[in-house]
């Protein structure tokens, strides 16, 4: 599961009231110089083209045009740029069409209706996110049946290690390897030929996989399985961003969770079908064979259906393709003018990145307060999303069934029975996510989650079979309800929007690499913790780390929902210290609100200056004479 960068979806802001006046941080004056700079970036990448008057803006174009070779475009390119700058001053120029008025408008009025060769690539983008949720989720049913043949299959401390091993071997090589090879790929070969490549690698690892007659050859196949699921989980949302209009942008690459738990449904079925086919002569063990084969095919569709889309035109701009860019561009489009719009924002957006050239991003991502404060609560999430004990389900719900009494093909339909319902509930994510928020969900959802692990792993006390197969089976299917609108979709959305622009690149690597290892150390100890503390005590533990969760978040976990570039500023420039105070002060509130049913008045943390107040107190000068002197000390 993956993400790509992406900005807040609106800028609402909540009815609040502020309590503690002297704990709110407010203005962008209060903030440390290196944080100040910070904002700047952010606000000149946010949208460079803000501010400039029209003669120079034209006058910019102009030259553009010129040393890119598109004067060709020119009258395209000027209405463009215009609208870049300004999403509704097609409705005040006469430079604009009625043709252009209404294709502008409906991108608002109308979102959803765009171009077929958008939707092309979504249903690729999709069916990519499917493969991925299918090479996860296929060696759940295939390990109830190659450990025999193996000679792994008994419940001694080595062979546990050796299924885990197996099993957790994409997600060794994904934190280990493949995720830091993401960029490298990306810049070299672009994004069309890394799907490819990642997608083909997933292909031949596949089929490999079903190929092998031993534990540790079978180890090796899936090792470099990760190869094709690390770069993979980070290029495809990213190129769906860059090929998306701004209104849909978030919806769809929302759309990589939702399908990916798709294609962890439909790995469950393929697990349920190929069960029941027998060996062949000369053949052993051909179903789970094919269970792990059949996981490569969608990947083979992708590498078809990637041949006849279009390149990300920003990295078509990047390399300086801009005639390339364009055509891509209108493929994408309804209109020359949303073409050229893009281009040229596109454009003026990597030379204001290139203006941060130089600078150690990964070292500033600790070094700095803002960017610390944004990398410990993207932390928190990522390995939440694996410690919250969803990955031991999913890949080894059909041993946890077989152990409660379910015979192997009742155990392979349940194992069904809970990927459908983790895609299902998956879906009104997207809506639930902007509605009530990143921290909220968690804070809600994480002791349900578990509640619902205790009740899965006290089951197993039962003396009555039937009681025990109905607490798990419940336990289970209640927790990918709470688990698909909060930890699964929130952990790639906040880690996407917490990061400064200059350095969202590097800090979703690191997120993205955080998940995949904890995904990894879940995958390999939990047949240990099995045999070591039974199965109570498994489920325990992880309903103990859903409890320790619920604390970080409440203490470490800032809101981004409905937060504007510069707004995220100032929610992590808050100390550490005075965030956990606040987090601890939510409880008496959260209590007297939920339990005792009373209306006080909630705690405003940041307050946002307005353009009014700034006036009135006659900041505005300083402000900005401050800014200017922080740039000069950020650059020294």
Request: proline letters at 5%; a neutral charge.
């Amino acid at each position: 599961m993956s993400t790509s960068p992406t900005s807040p979806t609106s800028n609402e802001k909540p009815d609040t009231a502020v309590k503690n006046p002297h704990d709110v941080h407010r203005q962008r004056s209060n903030m440390d110089a290196r944080t100040r700079a910070i904002a700047n970036a952010n606000a000149k990448l946010s949208n460079p083209l803000s501010g400039i008057p029209y003669d120079r803006l034209m006058a910019d174009v102009e030259i553009f045009a010129e040393e890119r070779g598109l004067t060709h475009l020119l009258p395209e390119l000027e209405k463009g740029a215009l609208v870049a700058q300004d999403s509704t001053c097609y409705d005040r120029l006469d430079i604009f069409s009625a043709e252009d008025k209404r294709i502008l408008k409906e991108e608002v009025t109308h979102k959803w209706r765009q171009t077929p060769m958008l939707y092309y690539m979504v249903v690729m983008s999709s069916l990519a996110a499917a493969v991925q949720g299918m090479d996860e989720a296929v060696i759940n049913g295939a390990q109830i049946l190659y450990p025999t043949q193996f000679g792994i299959g008994s419940s001694n401390n080595r062979d546990s290690w050796l299924v885990g091993l197996i099993n957790s071997a994409p997600y060794l090589c994904c934190a280990t390897i493949s995720c830091w090879m993401t960029q490298p790929l990306n810049h070299y070969l672009g994004r069309k030929k890394t799907i490819f490549v990642t997608c083909m690698i997933s292909f031949l690892t596949c089929i490999w996989s079903a190929l092998t007659n031993s534990w540790w050859h079978l180890f090796i196949a899936r090792f470099f399985l990760g190869f094709g699921i690390g770069p993979k989980s980070t290029t495809v949302p990213v190129y769906t961003a860059e090929c998306s209009p701004a209104p849909i942008r978030g919806a769809l690459v929302m759309m990589w969770q939702m399908w990916t738990a798709f294609g962890i449904a439909l790995g469950d079925l393929i697990d349920l079908v190929f069960y029941f086919i027998p060996d062949a002569p000369g053949v052993t063990g051909l179903n789970w064979r094919l269970m792990l084969g059949s996981a490569g095919v969608p990947g083979l569709v992708v590498c078809l259906q990637i041949l006849f889309a279009p390149e990300s035109p920003r990295w078509l701009i990047s390399k300086g393709r801009y005639e390339d860019a364009f055509n891509e561009l209108c493929r994408l489009r309804f209109s020359h003018v949303q073409a050229a719009r893009d281009l040229y924002y596109i454009h003026v957006l990597l030379e204001a990145e290139n203006d941060m050239e130089g600078r150690n991003r990964m070292v500033e991502m600790f070094a700095i307060p803002r960017n610390r404060h944004a990398a410990l609560a993207s932390w928190v999430v990522m390995f939440g999303q694996q410690f919250c004990g969803i990955n031991v389900i999913a890949y080894y719900s059909s041993n946890i069934f077989l152990a409660c009494g379910f015979t192997q093909i009742t155990a392979l339909t349940s194992s069904f029975a809970f990927g459908t319902l983790n895609w299902l509930f998956a879906l009104p994510a997207i809506f639930t996510i902007d509605t009530f928020g990143r921290r909220n969900l968690l804070l809600f959802t994480f002791p349900c989650m578990a509640i619902c692990l205790l009740i899965t792993g006290f089951s197993f006390w039962s003396t009555s079979e039937t009681g025990r197969a109905a607490g798990v089976s419940i336990g289970i299917y209640l927790f990918a309800i709470f688990y698909s609108p909060g930890e699964g979709p929130v952990p790639f959305t906040y880690s996407a929007e917490a990061f400064p622009l200059y350095i969202r690149d590097v800090g979703m690597s690191f997120a993205t690499a955080t998940t995949w290892f904890w995904n990894f150390v879940l995958s390999i100890t939990w047949p240990w913790l099995i045999l070591a503390f039974g199965p109570q005590g498994a489920f325990g533990w992880y309903a103990t780390w859903c409890c320790i969760l619920w604390v970080l978040v409440l203490l470490l976990v800032r809101e981004t929902k409905d937060k504007t570039l510069e707004e995220l500023d100032q929610v992590f420039s808050v100390p550490l210290g005075t965030h956990a105070a606040y987090g601890l002060r939510q409880i008496p509130y959260g209590f007297k609100k939920f339990v005792l049913f009373q209306n006080p008045v909630p705690e405003q943390l940041y307050r946002v200056k307005t353009e009014a107040e700034v006036l009135n107190t006659g900041d505005d000068e300083k402000a900005r004479r401050q800014e200017r002197e922080d740039m000069e000390k950020a650059n020294a």
